[in-house]
Nanobody
Framework: QVQLVESGGGLVQAGGSLRLSCTASGRTLTNYVMGWFRQAPGKEREFLAA????????RYADSVKGRFTMSRNKVNSIVYLQMNSLTPEDAAIYYC????????????WGQGTQVTVSS
């Protein structure tokens, strides 16, 4: 089992920045894929970014490419999502997720953290 706990959400003005954190525990993450998703009210869950914990490179959704950056602290098993140039359209609950790299779908999820962007 992998446990994921997000933090760092809050209220920010349009154009501002936030950094979300996801602390992982329960497994060695080397062969896991870590991801960030979000879900706004009335909308489906949206993929944002993903990378293999033990590898290089990150895949981003077009909607956040150039504004959001995913990184990790391997010592403390923390995954970050740095979000810049936020707009009201970025308001949502943000989720951290994980899956074994051979699995098709993410099957470990955090509880989510709320991001609100004021115009």
């Amino acid at each position: 089992q992998v446990q994921l706990v997000e933090s760092g959400g809050g209220l920010v003005q349009a154009g501002g920045s936030l950094r979300l954190s996801c602390t992982a525990s329960g497994r060695t993450l080397t062969n896991y894929v870590m991801g960030w998703f979000r879900q706004a009210p009335g909308k489906e869950r949206e993929f944002l970014a993903a990378s293999v914990w033990g590898g290089d490179g990150t895949r981003y959704a077009d909607s956040v490419k150039g504004r959001f950056t995913m990184s990790r602290n391997k010592v403390n098993s923390i995954v970050y999502l740095q979000m810049n140039s936020l707009t009201p359209e970025d308001a949502a609950i943000y989720y951290c997720a994980a899956k074994w790299r051979g699995e098709p779908n993410f099957n470990y999820w955090g509880q989510g953290t709320q991001v609100t962007v004021s115009s």
